[in-house]
Structures are given as structure tokens and as C-alpha cells.
């Protein structure tokens, strides 16, 4: 999914695109996928407990990936100017819209 999310600081108006997706977890060791710099254990241990209790991953992860050559942003763009939003909510001055993709 793409999910657009537009909103304001201070007076100027902001957008920010991002992609849901599946991603598969690799070894920290692998240098693939790296942990966020500042994770707190305590942090951790809540949100590892909550994951084996209800056997549901209940938020989703925010990620940052190198795309230099502009290949992901391209097909993102291309695809949500040629489609509808598959869903879109507005709450107070934030607009949320969502593509399907795939």
C-alpha cells in the first residue's frame, strides 16, 4: 500500500508518501535491515510481549530505504496518478490517503 499523509508544521503544509509492505527479517549480522540506533530494552521487551500475547504485529514499522536511482519513488508516483485512492480520511487538518499496489 502507499500511503500519502498530509499535514501542517507551523504554516507550511507538508506531505509525506510512504509504502506498507512485507518484509522478510534478516539477522541483524547480515547488515540488510539495520535496528533503529536509539531502541530502548524496556521498549523492546513491552512490544515483544505484546507480539507473542496476541500473536499480531499491531503497528507498523517506519523505515527508511536508499532508492538513488529513483526506481520505487517512480512506479509509487506512476501508479497512484494513474489509480484512485482506495481509501482516504481526513482528520482535523491531516489528510490520509491510501493506494493499493500489487
Not at 60 to 88: K, L, N, Q
Request: glycine share 8%; charged share 30%.
Amino acid at each position: 500500500y502507499v500511503h500519502d499523509h498530509e499535514f501542517s508544521v507551523g504554516k507550511t503544509r507538508v506531505r509525506r508518501r510512504g509504502i506498507h509492505c512485507a518484509l522478510r527479517l534478516h539477522r541483524p549480522e547480515e547488515g540488510i535491515v539495520m535496528p533503529h540506533e536509539l531502541t530502548l530494552p524496556k521498549a523492546k521487551e513491552d512490544r515483544l510481549a505484546l507480539l507473542r500475547a496476541t500473536r499480531t504485529n499491531t503497528s507498523a514499522i517506519f523505515g527508511v530505504f536508499e532508492d538513488t536511482r529513483g526506481e520505487i519513488a517512480g512506479g509509487v508516483s506512476r501508479h497512484i496518478e494513474a489509480t484512485r485512492p482506495t481509501a482516504e480520511a481526513t482528520v482535523g487538518d491531516e489528510q490520509h490517503r491510501v493506494w493499493a499496489i500489487g
